[in-house]
């Protein structure tokens, strides 16, 4: 069982006051001059209030230049949020004020597939003549080819390819897609824009030469252009992503039909390579 013991003060007053009496003396400080008035001396001025007045005009003035720089900033702000006139931005106008545009991407680009589609991305001019100068350069200098001519480019907000490209087909940009743009979206069997009457004449001399695959598991039908070397690929990935089969089933598969695959590694290095550039 604990037990409590009595506290014990174990202080000496005798001892205590030895101690004081030991101690050194205090030290104690004059106060120095007004640092105001050594102030004043070094700067010349014979009133140390007549500086102190001086501070005090040039902090109040410091304080109204940050004040009127803050207001400018947040007016800008409140601009480019607002939009022109006042009026919440539309869709043509991306976040900095300036809408997208329209580009044809090179002929030298990684993806083969892709070369000489039509992409949309930053860098149209706005009703004041201004763009987004940096994004609009560095398209210039991958290749890119500016179209300008079909009209403005909504800035994207939905998934689907066909919601950027309304305004350019409309405005005659339908002759601009390449076959092979048309088959990989499926657009040779779905035409998004056939309620505004357009068609894409360009298919008609490659429609009965795409090469035509029907999933064996889910009967999705799969188009691609003659001589197209990454039908095999498509084929195998479509595969193991949709219908979950195992990548050696789906390799028999795509061989079964008489096609050749990519390496996966060679896969990825060019997925990867696809990410860096602009999406469609």
């Known amino acids: 069982m604990a037990t409590t013991q009595p506290f014990k003060d174990n202080h000496d007053p005798a001892a205590a006051a030895a101690e004081v009496e030991a101690a050194p003396p205090a030290?104690?400080?004059?106060?120095?001059?007004?640092?105001?008035?050594?102030?004043?001396?070094?700067?010349?001025?014979?009133?140390?209030?007549?500086l102190q007045a001086i501070i005090d005009a040039a902090v109040s003035q410091l304080k109204l230049s940050n004040k009127a720089e803050m207001d400018a900033m947040r007016a800008e702000m409140q601009a480019v949020q607002a939009g022109h006139e006042g009026k919440i931005q539309d869709g043509n106008e991306s976040m900095g004020g300036y809408p997208w545009m329209y580009y044809r991407i090179p002929q030298d680009f990684p993806d083969e597939q892709r070369r000489g589609w039509i992409t949309v991305g930053p860098g149209g001019a706005g009703k004041s003549g201004q763009r987004d100068a940096g994004s609009f350069n560095n398209y210039l200098k991958k290749g890119f080819l500016p179209i300008t001519k079909y009209g403005k480019c909504p800035v994207p907000t939905s998934p689907v390819a066909a919601f950027a490209f309304v305004d350019f087909v409309k405005n005659g940009g339908w002759k601009e897609f390449p076959p092979s743009q048309l088959v990989a979206y499926n657009w040779h069997k779905k035409n998004p824009f056939a309620k505004l009457g357009v068609r894409f004449p360009q298919l008609d001399p490659v429609l009965d030469t795409l090469v035509e695959i029907t999933?064996?598991?889910?009967?999705?039908?799969?188009?691609?252009?003659?001589?197209d070397k990454t039908a095999g690929t498509a084929y195998r990935t479509h595969l193991v992503n949709t219908d979950k089969v195992t990548f050696k089933e789906a390799i028999d598969a795509v061989k079964a039909i008489g096609l050749t695959t990519t390496p996966f590694r060679m896969v990825r290095g060019a997925d990867e390579a696809r990410a860096q550039k602009a999406p469609v």
């Open 215 to 227: 999933c064996e598991y889910c009967g999705f039908e799969l188009s691609f252009m003659p001589g």
């Open 27 to 50: 030290i104690l400080v004059e106060p120095d001059e007004d640092p105001m008035a050594k102030l004043a001396a070094a700067a010349g001025v014979s009133d140390p209030a007549a």
